[in-house]
Structure formats: C-alpha cells, structure tokens
C-alpha cells in the first residue's frame, strides 16, 4: 500500500532555512507519471500548494514563494526533500506532502499525515 | 496565481443534499477537467474525493458527485450524514504543472 510520511524540525527561527523530507513507500518516483507535492496549511487556514517533482525531475513551485523553495529526490531512498530559506512567522504551519497518479489524473491521491512546523525566535 | 474562491460555509440537515461552488479563473478551472475536491476532519490529512472534475476514487461514496461550468466547479453531497461534518477543498490544474486551492469550506450538518 502507498504510504508517505513527514519528517523534520518541529521549531525553526526566522530567517533560517526549513528542510523538510518525505519518505514514501509503495511506488516508486521513477516511475513514469508519478509526481509528489509538498503542501501546507497555517494552523484554521487554507491548504496551499508549494512545489512538484515528477519522475523525470522536472521540478514546479508556488509562483509566490519559488524564490525560497527547492524541491529534489532521491529516487533510491524513495524520500522528497523541500528546503524553504528565510523562514518567517508566518510561515508556521503543518506542511503535507502529497502523491499524484498522472497516469489517471489522480491528484494528491495519497498524503502523508502531515508535520507542524512552528517559526519563532 | 489566485487562490480560488469558495463560500466560507454551508450547512444542511441529515438526508438533504448540498452543493459548494468553488470559482476559479479562465486560466485555470475554466482551461482544464482536473479540478479535484478533498475532505479534511479536524486534525486529519485531507482526503481525495473527486478527481478529474467529476470521477470518484475507488471507496468513495456515490453520494459525493462533482461537475463544472465554465470557470467554476461545484461539489454536490446527497443524501448528507453526520460524518460528511469536514471542511472541503477544491483544486484545480493552473497549467505549467502549477496547482491551486480554494480557501476551504466549512461543512455543518445540522
């Protein structure tokens, strides 16, 4: 069964850099189709979409936040990992990562359960 | 790259059908079949409910049906039950592999 889970810091400090990895079972990134997303959530809002990676590493990102974001894979260690520089407040949240079947157009058809992310000094 | 727009909530009682609307742009919902609904219970994973505009992933109820019209989407549930209770999200394709979100809207099932 596809599973995907979240790992890393609970607690950065403003300006810092977030890394964030995903570790995911039950497919493979190399194969044709598959794409895995990062998404997050401010704690009582909205989801937001941040980046893609598919499975020929072509690489996507938020127009708003591309500056800061850095997708890549390890196709290997089945993991995605998200860097986000400059963290500020206002980017605390509980950040998801997310499977995409292009194969049949099922987006984010697996999440991970998520991992909260506070930014304070 | 907007968020699209959804009502902040609606409600119903058991039995009763409901729709959400979920307004986005020609650029994005009105460009593309490849918007896609999710529930989110409090403190949970959000949970794909429809895909490709109006298709259901394998285990979801029928109650739950999607279509859409020029450059919005909607999210109909019929027949509504006390554990339908969620928040709800739309997503739609906004080309060059870039996706958005609506802002979510609460369910409340009287």
């Known amino acids: 069964q596809v599973t995907l889970r979240e790992s890393g810091p609970a607690l950065v400090k403003p300006t810092q850099t977030l890394t964030l990895t995903c570790t995911f079972s039950?497919?493979?990134?190399?194969?044709?189709?598959?794409?895995v997303s990062w998404i997050r959530q401010p704690p009582g809002k909205a989801l937001e979409w941040l980046a893609l990676?598919?499975?020929?590493?072509?690489?996507f990102y938020s127009t708003s936040l591309k500056t800061r974001l850095t997708i890549s894979k390890d196709t290997s260690k089945n993991q995605v990992v998200l860097t986000m520089t400059n963290m500020d407040p206002v980017d605390t949240g509980t950040y998801y990562c997310?499977?995409?079947?292009?194969?049949?157009?099922?987006?984010?058809?697996?999440w991970g359960q998520g991992t909260l992310v506070t930014v304070s000094s | 790259q907007s968020a699209l727009t959804q009502p902040a909530s609606v409600s119903g009682s058991p039995g009763q059908s409901i729709t959400i609307s979920c307004t986005g742009t020609s650029s994005d919902v009105g460009s593309y079949n490849l918007v896609s609904w999710y529930q989110q219970h409090p403190g949970k994973a959000p949970k794909l409910m429809i895909y490709?505009?109006?298709k259901r992933p394998s285990g979801v109820s029928n109650r739950f049906s999607g279509s859409k019209s020029g450059n919005t989407a909607s999210l109909t549930i019929s027949g509504l039950q006390a554990e339908d209770e969620a928040d709800y999200y739309c997503?739609?394709?906004?080309?060059?592999?870039?996706?958005?979100f609506g802002g979510g809207t609460k369910l409340t099932v009287l």
């Open positions: 997310a499977r995409t079947n292009w194969n049949y157009r099922q987006e984010f058809d697996y």
């Open positions: 997503c739609s394709y906004a080309g060059s592999s870039i996706r958005v």
């Open positions: 990676i598919d499975s020929e590493d072509d690489k």
């Open positions: 039950g497919f493979s990134l190399s194969t044709t189709g598959m794409c």
């Open positions: 490709e505009v109006t």
